[in-house]
């Protein structure tokens, strides 16, 4: 219903930068939010930022604030991740995932991997000490 595409992943150097993009098609009208998440090899995957696809609201797990941004082009069917300052630690695949459930609450709701039902093919974000 939902197909989300990654890309923008690589090889960077701690301290550098990285922007990536999640291209969505298909049944993107009663998407309400879109969120990135990453997961790095042996661990769970971890929430990093979402937003809502239309209306106000953006919402970043504490540990991420300040150095990721999450954005949207909804002409585009766009969602970005800008990742400045990246660390060796933020080394992991990258996931963009699509939300048809509306979050009264926002912050919690949409940061919970549980919330949303599409996911992408994750891109690989390696960063290098």
């Known amino acids: 219903q939902v197909q989300l595409v990654e890309s923008g992943g690589g090889l960077v150097q701690a301290g550098g930068s990285l922007r990536l993009s999640c291209a969505a098609s298909g049944r993107t009208f009663d998407t309400y939010a879109m969120g990135w998440f990453r997961q790095a090899p042996g661990k769970e995957r971890e929430s990093i930022a979402a937003?809502?696809?239309?209306?106000?609201?953006?919402y970043y797990a504490d540990s991420k604030q300040g150095r990721f941004i999450i954005s949207r082009d909804n002409a585009r069917n766009t969602v970005s991740l800008q990742m400045n300052s990246l660390k060796p630690e933020d080394t992991a695949v990258y996931y963009c995932a699509a939300s048809s459930r509306y979050c009264a609450s926002g912050y919690t709701c949409y940061l919970a991997s549980t919330s949303y039902g599409y996911w992408g093919q994750g891109t690989q974000v390696t960063v290098s000490s």
């Open positions: 937003i809502r696809w239309n209306g106000a609201g953006t």
